[in-house]
Protein backbone atom coordinates (compact mmCIF):
# COMPACT_ATOMS: atom_id res chain seq x y z
CA UNK A 1 0.00 0.00 0.00
CA UNK A 2 0.85 3.07 -1.11
CA UNK A 3 -0.28 6.69 1.50
CA UNK A 4 0.21 10.13 -0.22
CA UNK A 5 0.06 13.00 1.61
CA UNK A 6 -0.65 16.31 0.28
CA UNK A 7 0.00 19.94 1.97
CA UNK A 8 0.89 23.91 1.06
CA UNK A 9 -2.19 24.69 0.39
CA UNK A 10 -4.49 27.72 1.38
CA UNK A 11 -5.32 31.37 0.92
CA UNK A 12 -3.21 33.88 -1.36
CA UNK A 13 -4.01 36.88 -3.08
CA UNK A 14 -4.11 36.62 -7.20
CA UNK A 15 -0.51 37.19 -8.05
CA UNK A 16 1.16 35.28 -5.62
CA UNK A 17 2.57 31.99 -5.20
CA UNK A 18 2.61 28.73 -3.20
CA UNK A 19 4.52 25.60 -2.91
CA UNK A 20 2.21 22.41 -2.38
CA UNK A 21 3.98 18.87 -1.38
CA UNK A 22 3.30 15.78 -1.57
CA UNK A 23 4.92 12.56 0.37
CA UNK A 24 4.88 9.06 -1.03
CA UNK A 25 4.88 6.44 2.15
CA UNK A 26 4.86 2.81 1.98
CA UNK A 27 6.74 -0.05 1.36
CA UNK A 28 7.31 -2.75 -1.61
CA UNK A 29 6.24 -0.45 -4.30
CA UNK A 30 7.89 1.25 -6.57
CA UNK A 31 6.54 4.86 -8.17
CA UNK A 32 6.16 5.01 -12.06
CA UNK A 33 5.26 8.61 -12.34
CA UNK A 34 3.66 11.33 -9.94
CA UNK A 35 1.22 14.31 -10.81
CA UNK A 36 -0.92 17.24 -9.46
CA UNK A 37 -4.61 17.22 -10.73
CA UNK A 38 -7.12 20.11 -9.73
CA UNK A 39 -10.89 20.01 -9.65
CA UNK A 40 -13.01 23.53 -9.08
CA UNK A 41 -16.86 22.94 -8.00
CA UNK A 42 -18.96 21.81 -11.17
CA UNK A 43 -15.98 21.30 -13.03
CA UNK A 44 -14.02 18.02 -14.44
CA UNK A 45 -11.10 17.01 -12.64
CA UNK A 46 -7.76 18.36 -14.63
CA UNK A 47 -4.21 17.07 -14.85
CA UNK A 48 -2.14 20.26 -13.90
CA UNK A 49 1.03 18.74 -14.17
CA UNK A 50 2.94 14.84 -14.71
CA UNK A 51 6.56 14.05 -13.74
CA UNK A 52 7.88 10.49 -14.59
CA UNK A 53 10.52 8.33 -13.18
CA UNK A 54 13.16 9.49 -15.89
CA UNK A 55 12.35 13.08 -14.67
CA UNK A 56 10.38 14.02 -17.96
CA UNK A 57 7.31 16.69 -17.67
CA UNK A 58 4.12 17.59 -18.72
CA UNK A 59 1.81 20.53 -18.48
CA UNK A 60 -1.48 21.71 -19.85
CA UNK A 61 -1.40 24.76 -21.73
CA UNK A 62 -3.31 26.52 -19.00
CA UNK A 63 -0.27 26.32 -16.62
CA UNK A 64 2.87 26.31 -18.72
CA UNK A 65 5.06 29.48 -17.75
CA UNK A 66 3.53 29.58 -14.21
CA UNK A 67 3.58 25.84 -12.69
CA UNK A 68 6.39 23.73 -12.00
CA UNK A 69 6.67 20.38 -10.88
CA UNK A 70 9.83 18.40 -9.34
CA UNK A 71 10.61 15.78 -6.82
CA UNK A 72 13.48 15.44 -4.14
CA UNK A 73 16.53 12.84 -4.84
CA UNK A 74 14.59 10.34 -3.02
CA UNK A 75 12.08 10.39 -5.59
CA UNK A 76 9.49 10.07 -2.35
CA UNK A 77 8.23 13.73 -2.38
CA UNK A 78 6.81 15.83 -5.30
CA UNK A 79 6.43 19.21 -5.28
CA UNK A 80 4.40 21.86 -7.46
CA UNK A 81 5.74 25.75 -7.58
CA UNK A 82 2.69 27.60 -8.38
CA UNK A 83 3.49 31.04 -9.38
CA UNK A 84 1.22 34.39 -10.83
CA UNK A 85 -1.84 32.78 -9.09
CA UNK A 86 -5.68 33.23 -10.63
CA UNK A 87 -8.30 33.56 -9.11
CA UNK A 88 -9.65 30.30 -11.35
CA UNK A 89 -6.51 28.64 -10.32
CA UNK A 90 -8.58 28.22 -6.55
CA UNK A 91 -10.31 24.13 -6.63
CA UNK A 92 -8.14 21.39 -4.38
CA UNK A 93 -5.67 20.06 -5.62
CA UNK A 94 -4.71 15.91 -5.30
CA UNK A 95 -1.59 13.88 -5.15
CA UNK A 96 -2.14 11.14 -7.60
CA UNK A 97 0.64 8.14 -8.14
CA UNK A 98 1.52 5.59 -10.58
CA UNK A 99 3.01 2.71 -9.01
CA UNK A 100 4.18 -1.45 -9.52
CA UNK A 101 4.32 -3.86 -6.92
CA UNK A 102 8.03 -4.91 -5.93
CA UNK A 103 8.05 -8.41 -8.16
CA UNK A 104 4.89 -7.94 -9.93
CA UNK A 105 5.78 -5.05 -12.78
CA UNK A 106 2.49 -5.98 -15.10
CA UNK A 107 -0.29 -4.21 -13.11
CA UNK A 108 -0.11 -0.54 -12.52
CA UNK A 109 -2.00 0.46 -9.37
CA UNK A 110 -2.71 4.11 -9.02
CA UNK A 111 -3.64 6.09 -5.53
CA UNK A 112 -4.28 8.90 -4.58
CA UNK A 113 -3.77 11.61 -1.73
CA UNK A 114 -7.10 13.51 0.42
CA UNK A 115 -6.38 17.13 -1.04
CA UNK A 116 -5.26 20.25 -0.59
CA UNK A 117 -7.78 23.44 -0.82
CA UNK A 118 -6.05 26.54 -2.64
CA UNK A 119 -8.24 29.85 -2.93
CA UNK A 120 -7.20 32.79 -4.80
CA UNK A 121 -8.73 35.78 -3.71
CA UNK A 122 -8.87 38.88 -6.39
Known amino acids: QVQLVESGGGLVQAGGSLRLSCAAS????????MAWYHQAPGKQRELIARISSDGSTNYPDSVKGRFTISRDSGKNTVYLQMDSLKPEDTAVYHC????????????????WGQGTQVTVSS
Open 26 to 33: GSGYDIKS
Open 96 to 111: NAATIRIGDPYTTYIY
